[in-house]
């Protein structure tokens, strides 16, 4: 079993749908969880952190992390073509190191 | 605040060859790390500095690979020499803090590795 789990899509939206991105992780203790956004040939940018039960909202993203259940979704709201990237679910457990999903690839269709 | 900036970008080399690849963090940032992705696999760490010292080595995958990072501000991560499974995306980061419970990483845009 993957420590951190994404579907590696690719996931495919309307421009203005809802596109919701999900990840698993196996470590309990894990502690915070950071969503990255890679355009091809680009650098991983972060764009949501997470790190309490519940939801996180900024902007046209919201981060939503159930450790009970050891999930942490993205939902990106009225998406956008320029939202087509893949992103990285990475999961962290205090320390300094990251581990990462494989991630899921997004095409929002204009 | 310039980025974290590695080079080179692209880097094609044969079998048996020697590569150095180069990482300048973020300027004041002592932490600097290297990832790399192997195609079709996930980001995975390979090593942590705190200025000039190794805190962790442990994702390094042999020791064909050697890093650096004299004086605690670049650093240089050297293959050799290099086999085919060598080859992916090179990534290195930088942050201020160690631990990272509420904070991120910042990447340099990587280097593309292909061994020929």
């Known amino acids: 079993q993957k420590e951190v789990e994404q579907n590696s899509g690719p996931l495919s939206v309307p421009e203005g749908a809802i596109a919701s991105l999900n990840c698993t992780y196996s470590d309990r203790v894990s502690q915070s969880f950071f969503w990255y956004r890679q355009y091809s040939g680009k650098s991983p940018e972060l764009i949501m952190s997470?790190?309490?039960?519940g939801d996180k909202e900024d902007g046209r993203f919201t981060a939503q992390l159930n450790k009970a259940s050891q999930y942490v979704s993205l939902l990106i709201r009225d998406s956008q073509p320029s939202d087509s990237a893949t992103y990285l679910c990475a999961v962290n457990s205090g320390t300094y190191k990251y581990i990462f999903g494989t991630g899921t690839r997004l095409k929002v269709l204009a | 605040e310039a980025g974290v900036t590695q080079f080179p970008s692209h880097s094609v080399i044969e079998k048996g060859q020697t590569v150095t690849l180069r990482c300048d963090p973020i300027?004041?940032?002592?932490?600097l790390y290297w990832y790399r992705r192997v195609m079709g696999k996930e980001i995975k760490f390979l090593l942590h500095?705190?200025?000039?010292?190794?805190?962790?080595e442990s994702g390094m995958p042999n020791n064909r690979f050697l890093a650096e990072r004299t004086g605690g501000t670049y650093s240089t991560l050297k293959v050799q020499p290099a086999e085919l499974e060598d080859s992916g995306v090179y990534f290195c980061?930088?942050?201020?803090?160690?631990?990272?419970?509420?904070?991120?990483?910042?990447f340099g845009s990587g280097t593309r590795l292909t061994v020929v």
């Open positions: 980061a930088s942050s201020r803090r160690t631990v990272l419970a509420n904070y991120g990483y910042t």
């Open positions: 997470i790190y309490s039960n």
């Open positions: 300027s004041g940032h002592d932490n």
């Open positions: 500095f705190v200025k000039e010292s190794k805190q962790d």
